[in-house]
């Protein structure tokens, strides 16, 4: 048996990533697979107060208070975007079941009614310990923009953050990596 207990990632969006769209919004689950183990990716993604870890477009982030669901984050983006600040809601954090979910709030650029969810799921990779990623989103078409669009632009920077994910994570695991025992 594979180390998600024989689930499929189409049985994981299935699960966690089903958004109810309406007319005027796109959505749409990416996934990522990451040669590290979910303890050490968790460990980056659930920091709701410091995404700038491994999400290249934020330059500063501010949380104001304890971090819970419902917790604010105040994000500055990096220039060379369509934004300057991003006001962002905690909806969710389940340590056990390795899931985030965020709503932008208010802020400075065109994502409106924008949420996500990311899930983290156990799985072998190389003979070794990975990561199954899967990031899902939920965002209102701007007007002047279609639904390809929009798509279009947000999965480009969700598949940006994915890829700047999977870099860090797995430098961390190369350095803390354990050697296989040689049983020869």
């Known amino acids: 048996m594979n180390a ?16 109810e769209t309406r007319e005027n919004q796109c959505s749409s689950p990416l996934v ?29 982030c501010i949380v104001r208070g304890d971090l819970e669901i419902g917790s604010l984050r105040e994000v500055n983006v990096k220039s060379g975007l ?3 600040t991003s006001t962002e809601r905690l909806e969710l954090l389940d340590d056990d079941e390795h899931i985030l979910s965020i709503r932008i709030v208010g802020g400075d650029h065109r994502l409106r009614n924008y949420s996500s969810i990311i899930t983290l799921h156990p799985e ?10 899967i990031e899902s989103y939920v965002v209102d078409v701007p007007d002047g923009n279609t639904k390809d669009e929009t798509c279009y632009f947000v999965e480009a920077l969700i598949k940006c953050n994915l890829k700047s994910l999977a870099d860090v994570s797995e ?14």
């Open 82 to 84: 369509p934004a300057t």
């Open 32 to 60: 990522k697979h990451i040669k590290a183990p979910v303890h050490l990716v968790w460990s980056l993604v659930r920091r709701f107060d410091q995404p700038q870890k491994y999400k290249p477009f934020v330059s500063r």
């Open 4 to 19: 998600n207990g024989g689930r499929t990632e189409s049985d994981y969006i299935r699960r966690h990533h089903q958004h």
């Open 124 to 133: 072998i990779i190389d003979g070794r310990p990975g990561t199954l990623v």
């Open 171 to 184: 430098r961390l695991a190369v350095q803390d990596r354990t050697e296989p025992i040689d049983r020869s």
